[in-house]
């Protein structure tokens, strides 16, 4: 949850909330298959830093959707697994991942076009 807020307009706004930003999702998707060390979410959500990625494992854990397991070893281990919560949200994220395999090349091809246009210039 963002700092400092206290109520939402309605559960898509909760939603965004939670899983806004280019990287959560991935992690989500990335932790769907089950438990993961830092290490394994930092290889399988590409691109992503590694400062980057502790924020947002601390935001997700912060909303109640990744638990954090920290294994008292030498050296320690910590793994990340989704909670009851998250694994309905993941589940929840499923169409939408489903509609960006099925439009993945035409939204390309929009961006791409528009990428060309002059600014301003509009054609539908």
Not at 91 to 113: E, N
Request: charged fraction near 25%; aromatic fraction near 6%; charge should be positive.
């Amino acid at each position: 949850m963002a700092k400092g807020r206290t109520a939402y307009t309605c559960g898509l706004d909760a939603a965004v909330d939670v899983v806004g930003g280019k990287w959560k999702p991935m992690i989500l998707w990335a932790l769907h298959e089950g438990t993961h060390r830092f290490g394994e979410l930092r290889r399988q959500v590409s691109g992503v830093s590694e400062r980057m990625l502790i924020q947002q494992l601390r935001e997700l854990e912060a909303d109640g959707i990744v638990h954090r397991e920290v294994y008292r070893e030498v050296p320690p281990r910590v793994e990340y697994s989704l909670t009851e919560p998250g694994r309905a949200l993941n589940a929840a994220l499923l169409p939408l991942g489903r509609w960006g395999d099925d439009h993945m090349d035409r939204v390309l091809a929009h961006k791409a076009r528009a990428a060309c246009e002059p600014a301003g210039a509009s054609t539908r």
